[in-house]
Structures are given as C-alpha cells and as structure tokens.
C-alpha cells in the first residue's frame, strides 16, 4: 500500500531549479533508498516530505505530496501534526543539550503528554527500539552530549521512534560514523521496517543495496529510475543508472 | 477582505496552534523595535525642546556667540565656548591617548606573550570598567594639585587636567577596537613580508598596520565618540567656568554645560541648555556617521 | 654572504619596539595605580558606620546604607525591564525576521542608542520619564532611562550567543513536530544561558558606574526605604553620592572610601566576564 507520492515535484532555491517533476511513490512497511551524487537533489526530496524546507527562506514549491490521501501543501495540514507523523533523523547526530531521558521524551512532551509514568513507558520502549536502552539505562539523565558518536546517531533515531511516527526519513544517517556502528544502525533499521516506512538518502551504493527494498536514482534534480534494489543494481534499465552504480562517476 | 477571509486564509480555523504562533511572533516583532522607537524618541524629544531657544536666541548668536551668562541681569547664551572647548579637549585626548592605544596594541596583537595577553585583557577590562567619577576623583585630588605646583598656575581645574582625565579614559576602546583589527590580519601578509627580508618590527608597521589601518582609524573615531560624550569626569577636573578654551584656563564642556547648570535651570536658560544637548547629538551622530561609513567600508573589504 | 640591515633600519626598528613597550607599561601602571591608589586612599575609612547607617546631619555622621540600598535596587529594577525586551529583540532578529530592511532598521537603531553619551540619556530620560511619565525624580525614573542605556548591550551579548546555537538543534525539534516558539523556548534558549548571563554581568557593570544618566533622573537622596518604596522616591546610587560627596560636599574621605568598594566591584566584574567568556569558548570548541 503506498504511503507517500508525489506528482510533478517542482522546487526552486531561488531561480535555481533543484527538483524537476518528480514522481514517486513509497510503499508501507518498507525502506526505500534514494541514491545519487552529491547535489543531485535526494536530501532536498527527503526534507520536502515532512516540509523541513519550508524553514529554508526563498524555497518555492510546486506539485503534490500525498501523504494518506491529503495533500501536505493543504492550509488544513498542520506542519507540526505532519512532522509528527513523519519523522527525521539527519546526517549529523543532534542530540540537545539535555539529558538521554529529556531528549527522548522531548517529542512526547511537545504533544502533551506529561505523565511521568507514561513518559518512562515511552522512554524504556523508544530506547529497546533503538537497540540502546542496555548501553544507557544506567546513565538516563547524564547529559546526552557525552555519549558516542554511533549511540547519539541511535539516540536521535530513539527520539523520533517515541513519537511514533508512520514514516522516518534518514538522512544520511551513518554517514558520520565508523563502521561497526554503521553497521548498528542498517541492522537497526531493518528491524524497524515491519513497524515503519523507511526512506533513507545514502551515498554508500553497498548500503543501500543491503538494506533497501526499492531504490531510486536521481541525476541534477530528476528521478532517472525508481525500482527494486535489486534491478536498480543488477539491472538497470537506463544507462546513467548502471554508469553511477558501476561507478564510472559520483 | 474581511475577518473570516483573512482568518482562512491564514489557516487559522484549522489549526488554532498557527494563531498562536503568529502572536507569540508579533509580540516579539515588537520587542524589537523598541530600540527603534527609543531612538525617534529621544530624537525628537531633543529636537522638540532644542530648537525653540536656538531661533529665540538667534542661530548665529547662539552658534557663534562668545560670552555665554545665563544668570545675569541681561543674559547672554553663546555657547562657542562650549563647542571650542569640546573639540580642543577631544583634539588633546586623542593626540595623546590615540599613540599609547596604539603602540600598546601593536605589542599585544604581534609581540605579547599569551600569559601578558590575558592580563591585559582584564587590565584594560578594569581600566574601561572603572566609573567615570573616579576618574574625576583622582583627577581632582592629583592631576588639579598637580597642575597647579608643576605650572604654577592659580587654579589647576583646567583643560589640560581634563584633557589628561579624557585620554585615560578612552585608552580601553583605542586598545580594544585597533587591537581586534590588527589580529585580523591574515598571517600570510606578514609572511610574505618576512620573506622579503623584512625584520618583524618592520613587518608588523609596514604591512600589518597599513592592512588594519580602518580597524584603527574606527578605534579614532570610537575615541572621539566617548571624550566627546564625557561628562561627569571632566566636570570635576575642568573647573566649569565659561571661558573661551585655553590649556591653563577653566572650561566647561558641551557635556558639562548642560549638567552644571540643568538642576537650578529655568525659562530660557533651560531651554538652552536643552539646546546645548541638541548640539551635542548632532556632533554624535554626525559621529556614528561616519563610523557606520567605516563599518560597511570595511565589510565590503 | 648575508647582507647585514642598515643601522637606519636598526635604529627605526629599536625605537618603534621601545615604544611599544613603553606604552604597554604605561598603561599597566596606570591600571595600577589607579586601584591601589583609591583603594589606599579609601579602604582605611570604610567603617561598620559608614556602611550599616544613614547620614546624620544631627550626629554629623556620613552613612551609605541608603546608597547601597538604592543601588540594589536600581540594579534589580532595571535588570528585570531590560531583559525581556532586550533578550525578546535579539530573539527577533535571529530566530524570527525575515526583512532585511528590519533587521538592518533594529541594528542600526541599537548600534546609534550605544553611542549616545549618557549624559543625554539623563536630560531625554527627565523629559520622557520624570515629566511626561510624570513618575518624578524617582529610582523607578532612573532605572527605565538605565533600561534604553543597556538595551544594546542585551540585545548585542544575546545574539551573539544565539548565533553560536548550532541550526541542526533547531532542525532536531522542528523535525519531531514542536512549534518554532517551543523550540526557541526548550533547545535554543537554554542553550545560550551564558550568553545572557554575560549580558546581564556587563550591565551591571555600565549601571554600577552610571551617573551622568542618573543626576536628573533619580536624583540624590539619602533615605533608607523598602524595595517598592525606593522605587517611587528619589535616591542616589553609590556612584552618584560618590560624586556629591566629592564634588559638592568636599568629603573626599568618604568619596574615596566608596570608590575603593566600586573599583573591587569593577575587578570582580572583569573576572566574571572573563570567566564567562572562557566558559563559553570551551563548550563552543566541544
């Protein structure tokens, strides 16, 4: 069943056309890579799902995104009811300066909830989703800044699993760190897919190619090809895809 | 358009929480324009009450009058004193505070060790910190008796303690504007110089200095900005009688013309002194001017 | 062969590094001087009667409770006005403005309100204040005028300490649906506590020395009165009375003796700032 699609995606910074009529849709419960060479697009596609680039002043848009059915550009939607639904793990980890535990129930608190005894409820669950609660759960309100690199990056996606969202978008969430928690997270994320929507920009084609269901591949703003990670690589279908994926450039 | 046109179109029916937003926004839009708002207030308020006495007084004669009596029998308000003075004391402020901030940024920028740095930093800290009737204090209790032994003149309240006093004080500013645009300079100026056989003293005059000559030429300016503005300090060491300015003779300020007199003013003299005020913002702003000339020149750079 | 510099060269060179260094002991012993002569001047006349009393002209006795009182006082009533509105502009300018001709308008304004001299802060603050205001020669008068004195430096300290809040902590929040006013509230606010703090100690500092601004305005009475009392009548500051004692009373004793207690409050400023200043640079290397 697909959950987020886009129709004829346009979006300009400024008079520069960052992404041109794209057509995508993303099914339920499954983690789609979109791949490319720096600057082709991805991250600003990413950020425009869950309307992060309306904080970018001089971003103009044009086209659908149809997330459940509604458009998000819809003056019913609220913003933050959006990001709510559709969360976002970013490219360097961004733990608050706060405690473990403030920074994971940070998300429940903004949507009212304040009971302690469900905020723990809520804090012990995110954390086991995330594969980190055995790591911390003697250190929950030491200041998360003094965590690794590998467990604030699986801290940020703790904190937006406790509100629950239907969708999480990554972007380029390894791309920080070493390689066993590398590693940590993509085995994260595939536990996660039963439960979650995934989209995850990389530059890594391997990662990718592990863990994606679908993979789309973008050029200078367009989406070249969108398929099953494993046509994508085994098989292209448009010359440009199999030029990338070979890595003849990138 | 109407209310409810505006309030859909704002998606406030929706999503109350934008209304919210939107206020908590105004109100912080309106915190910041009270800085705006003070500086129309204050202007106009000067303007408001300077102009009436300078055109009851004449324009000329009050410019360019030079006797200013305003308590006698039949008054007399020329403040050319008063702007003389200002631009002497300043002059003589800057002639002698400008080359001690000067060399001594130099040194601290090129030459200190990181340790004499930092306690120059608190030094100059304190020296900027330090109240301006203290100043005046010790001004009055040893540059006034000073004056008066070393040069054996009657009365040692003159333009010269005041000068002193004035170039103490803008010492910290001089320091910390000219020291702030000499760190500036890129290493690899002085490098090339150094490689040209240069010796460093030479380097750091010949290249660093020119290279940092705005930063240097604003810390002028800042200078002239607060001696020009002084008024408390100088007010205890000037002797505050209205004489044309000479360097052994009582003066009065601009500044201190305004606050000597201001607590038993009345009628015209006090619209004058108000007017004195108008004056001296227009020497401030002509000031900020120019420093805002400076600013945007060297942002450009 | 290595040419040796000509002895022009030389001599130019020598002078130019003496008076640099010159300068630099000028101005060390100048700071030096300048303490330890009014400390020694001052500190053998700070007695328990000068500090615990008021003044009697029956006993002839100089007390400086009340001036240390109002002082408290004008210190705290400022401080409270000032900032929220200077915090609340800087937040303006850094989280919410978008027009460039505003933010320019709000920068131009504050950088034009700290240069002008106290003095006309003193005669605008009686006119707008005391007159108009009609709230009298009063702390309360005396500490609004502080307020647009010191509103420049809030609104500057704070901004700089909100640029320094990395943007990807504002992403984080937006991205987990709070509201921008909860995310400046929670992330960014916290975050720049001790830029605040910094802004906070400074003004203390420029209204300590104050008193230009503060002749016209809050006048210079000696009363011991309650906080909300105090702010309604008339009163001097420590650095005001300073100025009477010296200037119109002769009693350079007691005026050294107060500008010994102000001139250990200046170091003690300095220091904080300082401390403040190392502290943030430290969390902003991490």
Known sequence: ?????????????????????????????????????????????????????????????????????????????????????VGMVFQKPNPFMMSIYDNIAYGPRTHGIKSKVKLDEIVEKALVDASLFDEVKDRLRKSALGLSGGQQQRLCIARALAVQPKVLLMDEPTSALDPISTAKIEELAMSLCDRYTIIIVTHNMQQALRIAHKTAFFLLGEVIEYDTTERIFSNPSDSRTEDYVTGRFG | MNLREFIDQKGYRHNPRRLMEDIIHMVFLILGLVAVGSVLVITVYLVISGLPAIFRIGPVEFLFGTRWASTAAEPEFGILPFILTSIYGTAGAIIIGVPIGFFAAVYLAKMAPK?????????????????????????????????????????????????????????????????????????????ASLALGATDIETYFRVTVPAAKSGIFTAIVLGIGRAIGEAMAIMMVAGNVANMPSIFKSVRFLTTAVASEMSYSSGLQREALFSIALVLFLFIMIINAILNVLKTGGERR | MIERISGTRRTWCTVMKALCYLSLILVTALTAFMILYVLFRGVPHITPQLLFTKPSTLRHTIGILPDILNTIYIVIATLVVVLPIGVGAAIYLNEYATNRK?????????????????????????????????????????ALTLVIMNLPTIMRTTQESLKTVPESYREGAFALGAGKWRVIRTVVLPTCVNGIVTGCILSIGRILSESA?????????????????????????????????????????????????????TVIINLLTGYMGRLMKRRNGQ
């Open chain 1, 1 to 85: 069943m697909t959950i987020i699609e886009t129709k004829d995606l346009d979006l300009w910074y400024g008079s520069m056309q960052a992404l041109k009529k794209i057509n995508l849709s993303m099914e339920e419960k499954s983690i789609t890579a979109l791949i490319g060479p720096s600057g082709c697009g991805k991250s600003t596609f990413l950020r425009t799902l869950n309307r992060m680039n309306d904080l970018v002043p001089g971003v103009r848009i044009e086209g659908q995104v149809i997330y459940n059915g509604e458009d998000i550009f819809s003056p019913k939607v609220d913003v933050n009811g959006l990001r709510y639904e």
């Open chain 3, 102 to 142: 505003i933010v320019e308008l709000i920068e131009f304004a504050a950088e034009t309100l700290s240069g002008i001299p106290s003095i006309i802060y003193g005669l605008v603050g009686m006119l707008v204040f005391v007159q108009f205001c009609s709230l009298g020669t009063s702390l309360m008068a005396g």
């Open chain 3, 213 to 265: 601004a503060l002749l016209f305005t809050a006048g210079f009475a000696h009363n011991i009165n309650g906080f909300i009392d105090g702010l309604g009548s008339a009163g001097a500051t420590l650095t005001v009375a300073l100025y009477v004692y010296a200037s119109e009373r002769g009693e350079f004793d007691i005026a050294f003796a107060i500008a010994s207690i102000l001139m250990v409050l």
């Open chain 2, 115 to 191: 340790k004499v740095r930092d306690a120059m930093e608190l030094c100059i800290g304190v020296l900027a910190g330090i109240p301006s009737v203290v100043y005046g204090l010790v001004g009055m209790t040893i540059l006034v008796p000073g004056i008066r032994i070393l040069f054996g003149v009657p009365d040692g309240a003159t333009l010269l303690a005041a000068i002193i006093v004035l170039a103490v004080m803008i010492l910290p500013s001089v320091i910390n504007v000219s020291l702030t645009s000499l760190q500036a300079v890129p290493r690899e100026y002085e490098e």
